[in-house]
């Protein structure tokens, strides 16, 4: 049982050990999404989500228009036609008989018409009375009794509704109220509900409502959405009766619009009022009867004010068209299934941003270029506003400013905290690396020859002392040279001897350093070589290696430098020969002695093997080891040359041979 434990509790500590790290990168982008959640949660980004949605909105295809809504706006023009304003009682009474003439299904008067001592009233008075398909308007939510419009007192209390309207802080309409109880207590329902109620009704579909402004609102089998504190971008809205979100008709003309004077002279077709919602109000800019809104393409009074296509999405809409945005909604849902404005929970709000949040996490994750992240990210952006685009056109509204805010923030913080890791781990493995490169290619390789001597019977004592001087040295040597190293950013090469090498110097002048220093080690395969000749690296001065292929290539030359001194037995000769033809650089080590390679396995070999065969793919080029005819080995590393119009006029092709020999005089 306590070794199933320990083999349970090792295994954790190897997955802890594992994810520690990535742990390390992945928390700060999580600790940025939770913090975007809790911005939001504050209200922080309240306006921005509003001003995105209103963006979301004027940018929906299309829809057509209305045929069922009706607007006769009453302009400057009509104000001049009948002589005065307020519009006389008498005219509008003859505007009603004309509509109810034409059979219009339901007239919505958003005049104030509540003074009934005037002595031009009792045409109008009548038409109310014999009319019942008029509804009449009043405003009736202001605290101060004095500040609200009682309804004209000729209509009856179910054929009245409110004007009143919702703004938001912004001074934006994005809401409409249905129902609410006023403060003495008593229930009222909206003009558009009302007209919605009465026009439905002539179908047989009934209303459902309870007894308190908050209970769900339905016609036949549909239920309108309620407007909640925190529904989409809104958090902690003081919800008073029962309200929705406006899902104004995305049409430049949504509903067709008639001038008063127009059907007063009888210039209209029947048609346009037969069976219709007709709502009669000001569309008149010196009656300030406006609200502002940017969630539609085009208003009537900008229309009025000769702007097609306004640049500019802060808009003047009328309070007649708003309440024809209203009704429509309500009727287009119910006989149409155009959808209504819908939200969803705030589990799954958060949900979606944390899951959009990941998203950028990994791509942070595992595209190392920070060019490729930001493209990626781009891309996904671009996505998540597609997306949410789709989802407010079938009637969902979901989190896009906070979404968009923590993918691409938990994406960049991830991808610099990723970077930084990478670069400690890289810095880390470079690091073993020297340090394995520097112990391989100084004392190992001197310990190597005194093992080597060891075999012998006759190993010198002076010899056997001198040789372990040396070990000594390299290998107090090691600390001061890879602390250098590592201080230098890959700009030096530090040697055994404290001898420093400047990497920015040119190719041929470091391989000469690397290959006269390597000779003057005490290696046995040295002594037999008695007159040196200087090498010529020359062809490898126009060879553009950055600062990690210099130092592999400085470390090819003397690893195979010193297999000769270590392993050739009776060698007279060493060549290191530079080629250079029109496609590739060759450098090559050659020696005439024995015991290096064995005929059965050229390529056999190892740290040093495994190096230049580093080296070569690095280079895109190719590392042999084969033998030497009569005797001996041949040591090759050879890559392309970097083309360019330049190269192939100097080297149009032939071999160019550079080459150093060394002989037994």
């Known amino acids: 049982m306590k070794f199933t434990l320990l083999i349970k509790g090792n295994f954790w500590k190897k997955v802890y050990k594992q994810l520690q ?54 302009d400057e023009e009509d104000i001049n036609y009948v002589g005065s304003y307020p519009i006389p009682n008498q005219d509008i009474a003859k505007l009603l008989s004309i509509l109810h003439t034409y059979k219009a299904r339901v007239i919505g008067l958003d005049l104030f018409k509540d003074k009934a001592s005037n002595s031009d009233r009792a045409d109008f008075a009548l038409a109310l009375r014999e009319n019942p398909n008029i509804i009449g308007v009043e405003v009736s939510f202001n605290q101060k009794p004095t500040f609200n419009v009682k309804p004209p007192p000729e209509l009856p209390r179910e054929r009245v509704g409110f004007a009143d309207v919702i703004v938001d802080p912004d001074g934006k309409l994005r809401r409409s109220l249905m129902v609410g109880n006023t403060y003495t207590g008593k229930l009222k329902y909206s003009l558009p509900l009302r007209l919605a109620q009465l026009y439905l009704g002539e179908q047989g579909i009934v209303f459902h409502h309870g007894s308190r402004s908050y209970d769900p609102i339905g016609f036949g089998s549909s239920r309108l959405v309620p407007f909640l504190p925190n529904s989409g971008g809104y958090v902690g809205t003081n919800v008073n009766g029962f309200q929705i979100l406006l899902n104004f008709r995305s049409a430049p003309e949504p509903f067709r619009i008639l001038s008063l004077r127009d059907v007063l002279t009888k210039k209209i077709d029947p048609n346009w009022i037969s069976d219709r919602i007709v709502i009669v109000g000001m569309t008149a800019p010196s009656v300030k009867d406006q609200l502002m809104t940017s969630a539609v393409k085009r208003t009537f009074y900008t229309k009025d004010l000769g702007f097609e296509n306004p640049a ?69 952006s671009i996505g998540l506003v597609g997306v ?56 190992l390789q001197t310990l190597a020859v005194i093992l080597r001597s060891l075999s012998e019977e006759d190993i010198e004592t002076r010899n056997l002392r001198s040789q372990l001087e040396q070990l000594n040295r390299e290998l107090r040597s090691i600390p001061d040279s890879l602390s250098q190293e590592m201080l230098s950013r890959n700009d030096s090469l530090y040697l055994e001897g404290n001898v420093v090498l400047d990497l920015q110097i040119p190719i041929s002048e470091l391989l000469y350093h690397i290959y006269d220093s390597t000779l003057q080690r005490n290696f046995p395969g040295f002594e037999t070589i008695q007159s040196f000749i200087p090498p010529n690296f020359q062809p490898l001065e126009d060879c553009y290696l950055n600062a990690d292929q210099k130092r592999g290539l400085y470390l090819f030359l003397q690893e195979a430098l010193c297999n000769v001194g270590k392993h050739s037995q009776g060698a007279t000769r060493l060549d290191v020969i530079c080629l250079r033809s029109a496609r590739e650089y060759s450098l090559q080590i050659i020696d005439n002695g024995s ?3 064995s005929k059965s396995n050229y390529q056999s070999g190892g740290r040093g093997t495994d190096q230049a065969q580093d080296l070569a793919r690095k280079l895109r080029g190719k590392f042999r080891r084969f033998p030497h005819s009569p005797q001996g080995t041949v040591c090759e590393l050879s890559w392309p040359i970097a083309r360019t119009w330049r190269q192939r006029f100097l080297y149009p092709g032939n071999w160019k041979f550079f080459s150093a020999h060394t002989d037994v005089t």
């Open 21 to 74: 790290p990535w742990g390390e990168v992945i928390l700060p982008g999580l600790s940025i999404i939770g913090l975007i959640v809790l911005v939001r949660s504050t209200g922080l980004l309240q306006s921005q989500e509003w001003l995105v949605f209103d963006q979301l909105l004027r940018m929906r295809p299309n829809e057509a228009i209305d045929p069922r809504v009706v607007i006769v706006g009453i």
């Open 388 to 443: 949410c685009y789709i989802l407010l056109i079938v009637g969902w509204w979901v989190p896009l400013v906070p979404t968009l805010l923590a993918l691409a923030s938990a994406g960049l913080t991830t991808s610099f905290f990723d970077r930084d890791l990478r670069t400690l781990l890289e810095q880390r493995s470079l690091t073993l690396k020297r340090s394995f490169e520097t112990i391989h290619n100084g004392p």
């Open 595 to 597: 015991g290096i390679i």
């Open 312 to 380: 500019n999405q802060y808009q003047w809409i009328y309070g007649v068209e708003i309440h024809a945005h209203a009704t429509s909604q309500i009727i287009s849902n119910v006989l149409d299934r155009r959808p209504l404005l819908k939200v969803w929970s705030k589990f799954g709000e958060y949900l979606w941003i944390l899951a959009w949040g990941l998203l950028g996490i990994i791509l942070g994750l595992i595209l190392k270029s920070p060019l490729k992240t930001l493209l990626s990210l781009g891309l996904a």
